[in-house]
Nanobody, 124 residues
């Protein structure tokens, strides 16, 4: 299993930016696909973005296309989520997750390892 620790969350005004980081430990990180999910109070945990093990394939939820960018640095065992033009509806706890399969999948049940989450709050 991969151990994951998110950082970079916080409070930001609408229109602002944040960059989330997810540091992984374990030798298998570079072979894992990685995903960012988010969960708002009373709602399901939904995928935001995902990236294949090589970084060559990415996926974005429609709600974040053109605003968020997922990337990874396998040498640093880290995956990032750059969030621009943030909106109040982006407010949620953001989770990093790893999928041993290595290719992009979009449901939470496909992911084997999870971080503890980081809070993102966007004020209007």
């Amino acid at each position: 299993q991969v151990q994951l620790v998110e950082s970079g969350g916080g409070l930001v005004q609408a229109g602002g930016s944040l960059r989330l980081s997810c540091a992984a430990s374990g030798r298998t990180f570079s072979s894992c696909a990685m995903g960012w999910f988010r969960q708002a109070p009373g709602k399901e945990r939904d995928i935001v973005a995902a990236i294949s093990w090589s970084g060559s394939i990415t996926y974005y939820a429609d709600s974040v296309k053109g605003r968020f960018t997922i990337s990874r640095d396998n040498a640093k065992n880290t995956v990032y989520l750059q969030m621009n033009s943030l909106k109040p509806e982006d407010t949620a706890v953001y989770y990093c997750a790893a999928d041993r399969l290595g290719e992009v999948r979009t449901t939470k049940y496909d992911y084997d390892s999870w971080g503890q989450g980081t809070q993102v709050t966007v004020s209007s």
